[in-house]
């Protein structure tokens, strides 16, 4: 239940995209792929473990939270066996991210040790991320551009570069790495979208200013389409600008569901609606990850 496992999409979403890159540019590495995602899983549900940790202690999670049960404040799990948890999960990320150093050299070992220490100021620390309206872009960074573009660097690398490498060899990152990831980072941020959209009133009276809170539902529900938006124009601007055949258009297909999930966004407020709206723009995710991913490998 603290791993909240339907979380996973957004860690394994970036993962399939990347690979997908890479299989589209020639540099398919399958052993690398495979502890990209198992890492970015980890990550994922460390950072879970903490939130779930953090905002039990920092008394942001009251009864009145509309969401899914947590462990800690809810009194299921003790608070010290959950955080002893969230650092043994983030080990195991560090652990097999080890692999990835020696593929990727000392850009992986930057981006993964930034990733760990994220998960934990997400909701942990002196300054955390989400109370102060900083959820929304740490979700885009890490979990859009750095898994997605990161995917591709180590089976670039593992190609292209010799072990270790200190700098970022030619090839590793490219333009469509980086514009592949900017649907995934937008739908992933919107998985946070509903979730503070939901919590706007109790986040507002335990001190939680997340940017529901800062500018009001209006803003959030724009946030939410301007994502939307953002994950559907990329696909239209590989097969117009970037030279994609039309396979790359896949992801259209997902807009209906999308827009379905965008009216209740934008017209509701309570758990009972937001609450399957949360789980589904999980859902969305991976479906527009699979559709863009097939649509990346066969254009």
């Known amino acids: 239940m603290a791993s909240r496992p339907q979380t996973l999409p957004a860690a394994a979403a970036p993962v399939v995209v990347g690979t997908a890159v890479a299989v589209h540019a020639d540099l398919f590495a399958p052993l690398p792929a495979l502890a990209a995602l198992v890492g970015a899983l980890l990550i994922q549900v460390g950072t879970n473990f903490a939130n779930d940790y953090y905002d039990a202690v920092q008394g942001a999670d009251t009864e009145a939270r509309e969401g899914f049960t947590r462990v800690t404040a809810g009194g ?159 696909p239209a601007y590989l097969w117009t600008r970037a030279g994609f055949d039309w396979f790359v258009l896949l992801p259209m297909f997902s807009m209906p569901v999308a827009a379905r999930i965008a009216r209740t966004v934008v017209t509701e407020t309570k758990g009972e609606k937001l609450n399957p709206a949360l789980e589904d723009t999980g859902k969305l995710l991976a479906l527009y990850a699979v559709l863009f991913s097939v649509g990346l490998v066969l254009a």
């Open 76 to 234: 299921l799990i003790p608070p010290a066996e959950v955080k002893r948890a969230m650092y043994l999960t983030f080990a195991a990320a560090v652990l097999l991210g080890t692999s990835l150093v020696y593929v990727g050299g000392v850009p992986i070992l930057v981006i993964g040790l930034l990733s760990v220490a994220s998960g934990i100021a997400y909701t942990g620390g002196p300054y955390p991320l989400g109370y102060h309206g900083l959820g929304d872009l740490f979700v885009f960074v890490f979990f859009g551009l750095v898994a997605v573009v990161g995917t591709f660097y180590v089976q670039a690398a593992s190609v292209l570069a010799a072990p270790l490498t200190v700098g970022i060899p030619e090839g590793t990152v490219t333009v469509v790495a980086v514009l592949a990831s900017l649907p995934i980072a937008a739908i992933s941020t919107n998985i946070l979208v509903v979730n503070n959209v939901r919590d706007k009133e109790e986040d507002a009276t335990t001190g939680k200013r997340t940017l529901a809170v800062r500018f009001g539902y209006g803003f959030a529900r724009a946030e939410y389409v301007a994502m939307l938006a953002l994950a559907y124009v990329v």
